[in-house]
């Protein structure tokens, strides 16, 4: 199994960014995907999860209106939609996978996911 993240970068603080996530390996049908991030010096931290086949859709509240998470046309394929970018956002972003039933119950613990992704950094300039 592996988890692609990509679309990271520099961006001004109230600016838009889009971050992938290509899954490959498997059917993901019964996982959450999430994104989690690490900024320096800090913990890790959940930012938003979706049920591949559930859809539900879960967000930190830190980033809830923000953020979208989506699933794309393409297979195996999610979205992490940034608007209003915050300093306060920038950090290492994750994409992981989670085998789980529906309604999904400890989508928030990063310890409970299976597979990572390798991260994408997000710096967002004041």
């Known amino acids: 199994v592996q988890l692609q993240a990509s679309g990271g970068g520099l961006v001004q603080a109230g600016g838009p960014l889009r971050l992938s996530c290509a899954a490959s390996?498997?059917?993901?049908?019964?996982?959450?995907m999430g994104w989690f991030r690490q900024a320096p010096g800090k913990e890790r931290e959940f930012v938003a999860a979706?049920?591949?086949?559930?859809?539900?859709?879960y967000y930190a509240d830190s980033v809830k209106g923000r953020f979208t998470i989506s699933r794309g046309n393409a297979k195996n394929t999610v979205y992490l939609q940034m608007n209003s970018l915050k300093p306060e956002d920038t950090a290492v972003y994750y994409c992981?996978?989670?085998?789980?039933?529906?309604?999904?119950?400890?989508?928030?613990?990063?310890?409970?996911?299976?597979?990572w992704g390798q991260g994408t950094e997000v710096t967002v300039s004041s």
């Open positions: 992981a996978a989670q085998y789980s039933g529906f309604p999904p119950t400890r989508l928030t613990l990063g310890d409970k996911y299976d597979y």
């Open positions: 979706i049920h591949w086949s559930g859809g539900g859709t």
């Open positions: 390996g498997r059917t993901f049908s019964n996982y959450v």
